[in-house]
């Protein structure tokens, strides 16, 4: 990494607000980020033949041949090349690496139809409690009674706010959801007699759908946007036949717009005989407000790594549980969990009892799960997240999360509105409507023309404000997009910040566009190949 590229621009300061990194940008031009200096290198990289973190002291039992615990065939030919570090080194390791990543607890990360909203530490605290983070997934029905109702009050509740009776928690994150729900359609349309083809998913829909579709042996059909943000009500009835199985929507849509057309959509789709999938994305939108099912909607997903505040990034932990209608109920993975009641001979109160249950033979004809697709996953689902879930719901009860819903369109809506003021939207238009729900996109396409940089230039240079860029060029049919979701649990100081921090970098391209095209300046590495790391990528490490 030579001088030249870790030059950072002279006189030029951050905004004092809201970001995450408060170093300002003014330095000498031969300065370097001393985050830079740090290069990446790896735990091994550091070893150096000798040292030790820890020596175990001796055992205090005879030594027994190992070829009398472990056979010959399955033990190592050499001793594991593990890094030699002393503790310190270790610690001061991981720790250096834990700052290179921006997150919640870093700074304003408002990634669009992502929902990354703040995760309170009193869920983590239950999380963490022994009888949930302890419980061995293989536990018995007998011995695991308390977290069996845990996720039976979880189904009951997530029931209620997506108003369908039955709830599956199995699926394992959103795209798990998804291919859960389009096979789930898929069966139901067999168990009729029917081999149905076509799955309708708008042009603003999310990656995810047309792979799953995919995934599940179907074919995907694309349904055009309308000019107010919603679907195209003519391009839909002319694509709606007999061999449609299912629609996939999100509402409000990832434009940000809920569409006032969904009672029509619905009655189109169930018209032909299709159901009504619902991408639980943004749900976060609607909580308590109103209720797919009460659109409706046969099938729903949830985000419970998004909606209901468990941490996501990095690949996980998440939870795509699904809620379906009566009629496609009897299709649900199984297990499916069980509630019996128990009345004591005494006459005292009745008691219940839980039990999962995997053989769809051993439940009643029309139950959830009696002509199931099978199972989805080896376990029931991540019950980590169940948990936090669950803590969630209940801290707020149904009007906090109605409440949660209406701060977070109306942050949204403020965020609008200060881009307007400060003037941020004569380069930055916003794409469809005047207004919008919990999030909404933008065009760069104004910008690149009139100021000579990008979205993706404008999203470097937010990270030298201290700031995660919002999610950019998605969705497709919008100009060079940017989609902006702030979420409920941000300060309106913050979105100030964030607002501001905008109207400095299109001021600044104005007089030397240079700047935000070769950002980023303060973080740990400059611009990256991706596609080259992508097409090529290094994942092993070399050993002297």
Do not use: W
């Not at 005879?62 to 593990?82: E, H, M, N, T, W």
């Not at 976060?284 to 209720?291: E, H, L």
């Amino acid at each position: 990494m030579s001088t030249t590229e870790n030059t950072i621009p002279t006189e030029k300061v951050l905004p004092a607000a809201g970001g995450s990194d408060p170093r300002p940008l003014a330095a000498p031009t031969t300065s370097v980020n001393p985050i830079q200096r740090d290069h990446a290198t790896t735990i091994f990289e550091k070893g150096v033949e000798g040292r030790r973190a820890f020596v175990a002291p001796a055992t205090g039992v005879p030594d027994v041949p190992l070829d009398d615990i472990i056979p010959q065939a399955l033990r190592r030919k050499a001793p594991a090349r593990l890094p030699q570090v002393t503790e310190p080194e270790l610690v001061r390791h991981y720790v250096r690496l834990s700052r290179r990543n921006f997150d919640l607890d870093t700074g304003f990360y408002p990634l669009g139809s992502c929902t990354m909203k703040y995760n309170p530490r009193l869920h983590e605290r239950v999380g963490a409690l022994p009888g949930h983070a302890r419980l061995h997934p293989f536990q018995t029905a007998d011995h695991a009674q308390g977290a069996l109702e845990v996720m039976y009050g979880l189904e009951r509740q997530l029931a209620e706010v997506s108003g369908l009776p039955h709830v599956c928690l199995q699926p394992s994150a959103g795209s798990h959801g998804e291919l859960a729900g389009v096979l789930l359609a898929r069966a139901y349309h067999e168990a009729r007699g029917e081999k149905r083809h076509k799955v309708l998913t708008p042009d603003t829909a999310h990656g995810t759908n047309p792979a799953t579709v995919t995934m599940a042996g179907l074919e995907v059909v694309k349904v055009a946007t309308n000019p107010d943000g919603g679907v195209d009500i003519d391009d839909l009835r002319a694509k709606a036949d007999d061999d449609v199985a299912l629609i996939m929507l999100t509402n409000p849509n990832t434009l940000g717009i809920f569409d006032p057309n969904i009672e029509e959509i619905a009655s189109i789709v169930h018209g032909v005989g299709g159901v009504l999938y619902y991408d639980g994305a943004n749900l976060n939108a609607i909580m308590g407000i109103t209720r797919p099912g009460d659109m409706g909607f046969d099938i729903v997903h949830f985000n419970l790594h998004k909606s209901f505040t468990q941490p996501h990034g990095g690949g996980g932990p998440g939870s795509g549980p699904i809620a379906v209608s009566d009629r496609i109920a009897p299709y649900v993975p199984v297990p499916v969990i069980r509630r019996e009641e128990e009345t004591p001979a005494n006459g005292s109160a009745p008691t219940y009892r839980f039990d999962l249950v995997s053989d769809p033979a051993a439940l009643p004809e029309g139950a959830p799960g009696s002509k199931s697709i099978g199972k989805l996953r080896g376990f029931q689902g991540n019950y980590g997240v169940f948990v936090r879930c669950y803590a969630y719901i209940l801290s707020l009860g149904g009007s906090g999360l109605r409440d949660a819903s209406e701060v977070a369109v109306l942050n949204a809506n403020y965020l609008l509105a200060k881009l307007e003021e400060l003037g941020v939207r004569k380069q930055l238009p916003l794409a469809f409507g005047t207004r919008c729900m919990h999030e909404f996109v933008i065009s760069g396409g104004p910008m690149k023309r009139e100021l000579g940089i990008r979205t993706l230039d404008l999203a470097k240079r937010l990270l030298d404000h201290g700031f995660h860029p919002p999610t950019v060029y998605f969705p497709l049919l919008v100009e060079e997009a940017l989609l902006i979701e702030p979420v409920e649990t941000e300060a309106r100081e913050t979105l100030d910040a964030f607002a501001e921090a905008l109207a400095e970098i299109l001021r600044e391209a104005a007089e030397d566009p240079t700047i935000a095209q070769n950002a980023p300046y303060s973080t740990p590495v400059r611009r990256l190949d991706e596609a080259g790391a992508a097409k090529k990528p290094r994942i092993r490490q070399a050993i002297a």
